[in-house]
């Protein structure tokens, strides 16, 4: 786990929220250094915090720390946010790791075979069969923290047929 004290680095860390998985269990040479897999709702990065589109499963090191539930005061070290408006539901734990390590991350769907398997696969529209199912999109919400295209802008700046 990542050192949640006030330090140089501390830029550099990122709070996993989320809760561990009770029914999958990481096996073998990836279950080195205690890893386990935990639904995770959202996270905080250099005193923000963010919201998943729609939980992931994250895989993650450690037992976590448990994460104050209500109003009552919590760790400026657990949370990484200094002002909270909203509160954390009971049962929340957090992972803090270094935004370097390495991860894996599974987008779950479920439903019905042909809902999540024959119709993106058999599907002839022209749309990937990745994009009908997961809707990354709304998943990662990549668009509101990155905002690319309020910074590039090329096409007002090169002008080549003019």
């Given at each position: 786990m990542a050192d949640l004290n006030e330090t140089l680095?501390?830029?550099?860390?990122?709070?996993?929220?989320g809760r561990k998985m009770t029914d999958l269990k990481v096996e073998g040479e990836s279950a080195k250094g205690g890893a386990v897999l935990a639904r995770i709702y959202g996270f905080?990065?250099?005193?923000?915090?963010?919201?998943?589109?729609?939980?992931?499963?994250?895989k993650v090191h450690g037992?976590?720390?448990a994460v104050t539930p209500g109003?009552?005061?919590i760790d400026l070290g657990?949370?990484?946010i200094e002002l909270k408006s909203d509160?954390?539901?009971?049962?929340?734990?957090?992972?803090a790791h270094d935004?370097?390590?390495h991860s894996v991350r599974l987008d779950s769907v479920a439903g019905t075979l042909a809902d999540i398997l024959l119709t993106p696969e058999l599907s002839d529209d022209g749309?990937?069969?990745?994009?009908?199912?997961?809707?990354?999109?709304?998943?990662?919400?990549?668009?509101?923290?990155?905002?690319?295209?309020?910074?590039?802008?090329?096409?007002q700046m090169t002008g080549r047929a003019e």
């Open positions: 680095m501390a830029s550099s860390v990122i709070r996993l929220f905080s990065f250099e005193g923000q915090y963010y919201k998943l589109a729609a939980p992931s499963i994250f037992d976590g720390k109003q009552d005061p657990i949370v990484g509160v954390f539901a009971n049962n929340v734990t957090m992972w935004k370097t390590d749309v990937t069969a990745r994009a009908q199912l997961t809707g990354r999109a709304q998943l990662t919400g990549r668009a509101q923290l990155t905002g690319r295209a309020q910074l590039t802008g090329r096409a």
